[in-house]
């Protein structure tokens, strides 16, 4: 998810923009702190990286949760799919090319510790993320509306999923994992490994 800074000034997260100097230094400036953050420590990276997934994808997510919900129920499923398989990268240290089911059902299991079986973990991910992200709509078994009772429930048959009680799982999550990010040194570490906008 990370953005590589380039010559030209872009915007790397919301309201921070960063460019490399001619001298080869970067300079990245957040302009709703007023502070030049440096891309090579981890505590701006993680700065960086808590504005990216809250700034592009939860809060503008949840606005369209809160404010005339019907009809979005989709696009916010789409920005909760696309949530699992890029956080467990950073969770783990590992990318997931070639390799993104997997990933995909290690963060579902990690959200919901004991509620799903590989197989039906397997489902999710070929009904919703293959069928959103490969052909632009879910597949058959995926019923979505905020009027049900759990985040997800798979059946025999169908995959029920509430997008706004999922998408609440998918913050508080994140919270967790910032919160994780900020205190426990294996997890910055891994992190650091993964996340980078200079290269």
């Known amino acids: 998810m990370a953005k590589k800074i380039r010559t030209e ?13 001619d ?17 090579e420590n981890i505590d701006d990276k993680i700065i960086i990286y808590e504005r990216q997934v809250k ?5 503008p997510t949840l606005k369209m949760v809160k404010y005339k919900p019907e009809h979005k ?3 916010v499923l789409m920005s909760c799919i696309s949530y699992f398989e890029g956080v ?18 290690n963060a579902i ?23 959103l992200f490969h052909d632009g709509m879910v597949k058959g078994q995926i019923i979505i509306s905020n009027s049900y009772e759990d985040s997800i429930n798979i059946t025999h048959n169908d995959i029920f999923i509430n997008p706004k009680k999922l998408l609440n799982d998918i913050i508080d999550d994140f919270e967790n994992y910032l919160t994780n990010l900020r205190n426990d040194n ?14």
């Open 55 to 59: 700034g592009w994808f939860l809060q």
């Open 88 to 105: 467990e990268q950073y969770k783990t240290g590992i990318t997931s090319n070639g390799n993104s089911k997997r990933a995909f059902i």
């Open 186 to 199: 294996e997890a910055r570490r891994k992190f650091d490994l993964m996340f980078s906008n200079t290269n």
């Open 9 to 21: 000034t872009i915007e790397i997260a919301p309201n921070i923009i960063g460019n490399i100097k």
């Open 109 to 131: 299991r990690k959200l919901y510790p004991n509620k799903f079986d590989e197989y039906q973990i397997t489902r999710l991910y070929n009904q919703a993320r293959c069928g």
């Open 73 to 75: 129920g989709f696009l």
């Open 23 to 39: 001298d080869g230094t970067y300079f990245v400036f957040d302009k709703v702190n007023n502070i030049l953050l440096n891309p």
